[in-house]
């Protein structure tokens, strides 16, 4: 046991301090940083968007004009003619030709680049607001009909069960948060196994390209340091999660007080933070981390040499694509869709897309736990077969390939057994 903590703790140590593991950990506040200053310095320093605007009705464009945005103010430009001089002159950013003969609203913007969708929708809702004042007086309405007729409908969601005798009851519905979480936890395990995976069989692999391996696995069991080096690696990974969720308890308790983070925490209680959840999503999470971490070591010392790992490693970043992006885009969309029920109980995609479905409430906590039992039993014996294939893997220097060299351990260990 001493020397599997001998070889985890000096892979453990010899990543953790690197430059690129502190580059690694600074990054996503670097980015927040320059997102929040470069959101700072937008509010402070845009100017206003000016659109040129001509109209058949004079009385209206002036109005027009009048009012003004955050996003766009309209100045009123004689003609089509002087409103294209304007915009080449750059004296303008875009002009909108608007129409009102025959009571219908017809609105052109003329740009030479986006204004951005936000300005764009506004002008959209205006020309539709514009519209229906023009079919209002048309019709005679008073302004108290107009205010009825463009009243929303009120739309509620319910969250029902049934109890044992069939009783319909209604709780709380926490489905927007829950999808909130396993959103935000998809992705960071997405990071973590194309960030690691290089990692790990990198760190497998390093021995092979010295032709050292005989005098390691002469003084240790060839398992004991595959494990050593995998657990290594995983404490690195574990390592910075938990340094950012120290910094997000510490940036929580510094900014609870704002009203932004008051409504996202919103109806936020104990039960969703607790509850099965909760601990089902962390569990594919764990054993996510920990199936790809067995995998990219397996590739890793699958490769001849040290800089093969890259291609190594291509087949779990695919995998892991095809298990992000189904759930995604199926599980936000269309959580009741087949795919994303067969997908659920594939080990290796099922940490992306089960904790989608349950938060979208579209399997029950056995379900759920079926796919747990799948995904950490295909763990063990992924793990148990890539110890095993270690010791033959490590001593093969082929130049076919991944799976030639797969092929040729695979036949050393049976040759080993019938021995």
């Known amino acids: 046991m001493s020397k599997f903590w001998i070889i985890a703790s000096d892979v453990y140590k010899k990543n953790v301090k690197t430059i690129s593991f502190a580059i690694m950990i600074l990054v996503p506040f ?54 294209e001089k304007q915009l080449k002159d750059k004296d303008i950013e875009a002009f909108l030709v608007l129409d009102t003969a025959k009571q219908q609203i017809q609105g052109k913007l003329y740009t030479e680049s986006s204004l951005g969708t936000t300005t764009e929708l506004m002008m959209s809702q205006m020309l539709n607001g514009l519209q229906s004042s023009l079919n209002a007086s048309k019709l005679n309405l008073t302004s108290e009909q107009v205010e009825s007729l463009s009243q929303p409908a009120n739309f509620e969601k319910s969250k029902v069960s049934f109890d044992d005798k069939g009783k ?7 489905t927007a948060i829950q999808s909130a979480l396993s959103f935000i936890i998809t992705i960071i395990l997405w990071i973590i196994i194309i960030t690691y995976a290089s990692i790990i069989a990198q760190e497998i692999a390093s021995e092979k390209g010295t032709r050292i391996m005989e005098v390691i696995l002469s003084s240790t069991k060839a398992q004991t340091h595959f494990y050593g080096k995998l657990t290594g690696v995983i404490l690195v990974a574990l390592t910075q999660i938990v340094i950012y969720a120290g910094a997000f308890g510490i940036g929580y308790t510094q900014l609870k007080d704002l009203d932004m983070v008051k409504g996202l925490l919103e109806g936020l209680s104990s039960t969703n933070l607790l509850g099965s959840f909760v601990i089902y999503t962390l569990l ?33 970043i695919y995998i892991a694509m095809i298990g992000y992006f189904i ?47 799948i995904l950490f039993v295909f763990g063990v014996l992924l793990t148990l077969f890539s110890a095993k294939l270690y010791k033959s893997n490590v001593l093969v220097y082929s130049e076919g390939g991944v799976l030639k060299s797969l092929k040729q351990s695979i036949s050393i260990l049976r040759n080993e057994r019938q021995k």
Do not use: H
Request: proline residues 4%.
């Open 327 to 373: 759930g995604i885009s199926l599980g936000m969309g269309d959580p009741q869709n087949i795919v994303i029920k067969v997908t659920s109980y594939i080990p290796l995609i099922s940490s992306f897309i089960m904790p989608i479905r349950l938060a979208n409430e579209t399997v029950t906590n056995t379900g759920a736990m079926i796919s747990v039992v």
């Open 168 to 174: 319909m009851t209604t709780g709380q519905d926490n």
């Open 284 to 316: 594919f999470f764990v054993l996510g981390v920990f199936v790809y971490s067995v995998l990219a070591a397996l590739c890793g010392s699958l490769v001849s040499k040290p800089e093969d790992t890259a291609k190594a490693v291509q087949p779990i």
């Open 30 to 83: 670097i980015v927040m940083g320059i997102i929040y200053v470069a959101g700072s310095l937008a509010d402070g320093f845009s100017e206003e968007t000016k659109v040129g605007l001509v109209s058949d009705n004079q009385e209206l464009a002036q109005q027009l004009a009048k009012s003004k945005t955050d996003e766009y103010t309209f100045k009123v430009v004689s003609s089509q003619e002087d409103a």
